[in-house]
């Protein structure tokens, strides 16, 4: 007999507060026309995770994975408790739709736990590219209604071996953002132009990078290092930027050194020195771009930079992982008023009716290079098994526990 199923829970004033909860082992309903029933398997966890809880109330995050109504109280009261999600594989248990047949798997954002999900679907233009059409979560970024059709996850690993798998679950969304933000916000090819945030004015002079010094704040996130990977293995020599400079703490500096992809590494209180260095330098333009900096380090920085009469721009692609209350996120977002924010799915969205099918089989190319290489030079994956190592991990990471060398993935 199969265990009850297991679901990880959060209190959504205070995300580092979590529980696993078993539900009662109640049978399935009929799986509607359209649809599949699907089971996570292979999920990922970055900071990223505590992202989609902390932003949860603002973007719509805890309305993806709603709790399951024969949830057991207190867990039964949306208001205090909700689930977020996690980018991985799951089986399909079953389908409803012809040309998917049971045991394939898909790809996408994917409930936290053992409990099936039923998702309706549609089939797109491109083939193995799914559209989630249910109604409660058609206000969420197109991004995480798309999913991807795989072969079974036996036959994947068979054919590339668990730790392909184990980077598009760890990797996937973080290495799209950093991938589009290089190629579609700070494009060479005209037609793949768009301003970071996918609305606004955006020149080919914004996007340009040549001759430009570009500092990572977070640089030892996996997003950054995926950013800069983008930028020095999937955009042409001729349009690549200067210099990158990676902006990390002392903790993280042997890894984002290790990585081989800066060209120099700074600690958060090398501000005023490095500022110095580029001012003397006299570069043809400053990009920061704020991949998650601790708190404070963001204004620091930009006053160092952005004094030295050189053309400034700011780009916030990620947030800091200090746990914060809904009402402290909500003002820290007000805060930054009109500054240009990365809107991750926007500029997928781009590519994908810019170029179509070809811009994703470049991006296939592009990820499987950058999986068979390894994935982030220095990141190595540790797998784990089971919804207690998922909750154990989640308390690391609130409590800032987990190295940037460590990358986890989890068979659920």
Known sequence: MAPSPVIHVLEREDYSKHHLVTLPDDPLPPLAPSSLRIQSKILGLTTNNLTYARMGHLMGWWDLHLLP????????????????????????????????????????FLPIGTLP??????????KDRLKITNPHRQHLWVIYNRMNLHDPLADLEAAHGRDFQGWDALMWGLFATGYNLSKCAFAWDDKLLIHPSGKG??????????????V???????????????????????????KV???????????VEGSGL????VLYDEERETGEEIGKSGGRRIVLVDFGARQGMTTKWTQALEGLG???????????????????????????????????????????????????EEWDRDLAEFKNNGGIPGVELKWADGMEAWSEAWGKYC??????????VFNI
């Open 69 to 108: 109504p024969n949830a057991p109280a207190p867990f039964n009261d949306a208001q205090k408790y909700g689930r977020i999600a996690a980018w991985g594989y799951a089986t399909i248990l079953s389908s409803t739709v012809p040309e998917i047949p049971a045991g394939k798997t898909v790809y996408g």
């Open 117 to 126: 999900l039923d998702i309706t679907v549609e089939l797109t233009d491109v």
């Open 201 to 214: 004015d955006w020149s080919k002079e914004d996007a340009d990078l040549r001759g430009a010094t570009v």
């Open 216 to 242: 990572c704040l977070a640089g030892s996130g996996k997003t950054g290092m995926g950013f800069v990977y983008s930028l020095r293995k999937c955009r042409p020599q001729e349009y690549q930027p200067e």
């Open 245 to 255: 400079i990676g902006v990390c703490s002392a903790m993280s500096t042997n890894t």
């Open 262 to 265: 800066y060209d120099k590494v």
């Open 310 to 360: 050189i053309p400034f721009t700011l780009v916030f692609v990620g947030a800091s992982p200090v746990v914060l209350k809904p009402e402290e996120v909500t003002k820290v977002v007000m805060a930054m008023g009109e500054r240009i924010v990365c809107n991750a799915s926007e500029l997928r969205e781009k590519g994908i009716e810019s170029g179509g099918a070809a811009y994703l």
């Open 399 to 408: 409590r800032d526990e987990v190295p940037a060398s460590t990358g986890l």
